[in-house]
């Protein structure tokens, strides 16, 4: 298993982004500081240095030529301090100091209080590697060299033990404000999403509100304009379907007065037959513009005791049929829907499967723990011949039926199947059909819960 080092959600990139460039200022910073310090650190160690050598100096200067060696050798010296008196100046075997620090320790040794002809004559300052020492060389007023040599402590740098604690406290703070930062900051993204799953459920959802930085309530104009353009583009294939639907009740209502007319008995039977026909395929077609028009509202419903009506209902209408109805499932599920638009769906599927298939069993899948969009899946099977595979996706178009021999015993108008997808697909569900291995056609309903 490998392990994520880069997140997936925005916010969380945008955090480590900004947490590691704020890391990295961080540091430079800190190494500036530190480098600033050395600096400090040095010149104070520095003048230290060069007022203890020369009160040495002093101690040695002021002594008379015939003590002088005694006074080197009895000196009672710290144990990083050595100082020997030589005919020599310092310098074989010994590095150069830098002259900045070299500058440093002569301003400082000249400080110290001493008469102008007791002063250092002359003066080296040199490093001793091996021994890590500085060693500064002297000459005294008859020509010898004192030589002091000492160990400069080292320079700690970031010594405050209260430091780390406020870099850690300082990085916690700035990581707690960059979460906070980065989901306020992202939070339109995530509104933008659910609002477009909400639209694909329900195309009257209402529109996003169109505020904030310029940049979010651009991205809510441009997704409201588009809501309302579908919107208007449903309505308009609506508006146009129960028009003619309406339109066409009229002639039909004419025609059928006109046939009474007619002397022939035959002919008008079948006249009047066909109008008939007309008729219930015009007022499907409103009923099918009513339906898609989604003017119901959404609301919780128990899917399960919605389904046991459908069954219940299909019962009462046909009740030589009603042993052949089942259900099998959970005995709760809520679901958010329009209630008689479902209703109408599944009753078009039991209704079906009772006509074509001479019994309904329905089972109800609830939806799956890991799902992304979670869908409950309604199973409406029945025992009867199927659909030959190349149709399976025909019945779905408007008047689209498979044996018009059945059409007087069925009565249907081939739009039950049409409406039930549009409905279902309205709620951001499908429906689909398939045949049963055993015989028997099985139609699936997916709702969004
Ligand atoms: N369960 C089924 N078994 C076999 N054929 C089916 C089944 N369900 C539908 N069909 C076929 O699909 C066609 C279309 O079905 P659809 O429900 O759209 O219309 P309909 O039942 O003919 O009329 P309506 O439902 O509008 O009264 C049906 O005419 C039928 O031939
Ligand atoms: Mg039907």
Redesign the pocket.
Not at 398 to 403: A, G, I, K, N
């Given at each position: 298993m490998t392990v994520r080092l880069w997140p997936r959600s925005l916010a969380w990139r945008t955090t480590l982004i900004v947490l590691a460039g704020l890391a990295l200022v961080q540091v430079a910073g800190l190494t500036i500081h530190a480098l600033d310090r050395r600096d400090l650190i040095r010149i104070a160690e520095a003048q230290e240095a060069a007022t203890r050598v020369m009160g040495l100096y002093r101690v040695v200067v002021l002594s008379t030529p015939d003590e002088l060696v005694a006074r080197v050798k009895g000196l009672d010296l710290p144990p990083d301090m050595t100082a020997v008196l030589s005919d020599e100046p310092p310098g074989t075997g010994l590095a150069r100091v830098p002259v900045e620090i070299q500058r440093i320790l002569r301003l400082s040794m000249q400080l110290v209080p001493l008469p102008q002809q007791l002063r250092p004559r002359e003066s080296r300052i040199l490093w001793d590697e091996d021994a890590q020492r500085v060693v500064i060389g002297m000459r005294l007023p008859d020509g010898r060299w004192l030589s002091v040599s000492e160990h400069p402590p080292p320079a700690r740098l970031l010594h405050e033990p209260g430091f780390f604690a406020a870099f850690l406290l300082m990085t916690v703070a700035a990581a707690l404000l960059l979460v906070w930062a980065a989901r306020r900051l992202t939070a339109p993204v995530r509104v933008l999403a659910a609002a477009a799953e909400r639209l694909g459920r329900d195309v009257n959802t209402p529109p996003l509100p169109e505020t904030g930085p310029s940049e979010v309530v651009a991205a809510a104009t441009a997704f409201n304009t588009m809501a309302a353009r579908i919107r208007r583009f449903v309505a308009d294939r609506t508006f146009l379907l129960t028009a003619i639907g309406h339109d066409l009740r009229t002639p039909i209502t004419r025609l059928k007065l006109r046939a009474e007319f007619i002397d022939d008995d035959e002919l008008r039977t079948k006249f009047l037959a066909d109008l008939d026909q007309l008729e219930a395929m015009v007022s499907?077609t409103l009923q099918f513009g009513k339906d898609i028009s989604g003017t119901e509202p959404v609301a919780a419903l128990d899917l399960p005791a919605l389904l046991r009506t459908v069954l219940d209902e299909a019962a009462d209408a046909a009740p030589d049929h009603a042993s052949a109805l089942s259900y099998e499932g959970p005995e709760h599920l809520t679901i958010h829907a329009r209630p008689l638009a479902v209703k109408r769906a599944i009753a078009?599927?039991v209704?079906?499967?009772l006509?074509?298939?001479g019994a309904a069993n329905i089972r109800l899948l609830p939806p799956a723990k890991d799902a992304k969009i979670p869908l409950a899946r309604v199973e409406?099977a029945?025992d009867?011949?199927?659909?030959p595979p190349e149709?399976m996706e025909r019945?779905?178009e408007?008047?689209?039926?498979?044996?018009t021999s059945?059409?007087r015993e069925?009565?249907?108008?081939?739009?039950?199947?049409?409406?039930?997808r549009n409905i279902l697909r309205a709620h951001g569900g499908d429906v689909t059909?398939a045949n049963r291995t055993g015989g028997?056609?099985v139609?699936t309903a997916a709702l969004p819960v």
């Open positions: 499907s078009n599927l209704g079906n499967a006509a074509y298939g409406v029945d009867g011949p199927g659909i149709m019945v779905f408007p008047f689209q039926r498979l044996e059945r059409n069925t009565g249907g108008t081939g739009l039950g199947l049409p409406i039930a059909l028997g056609l139609a």
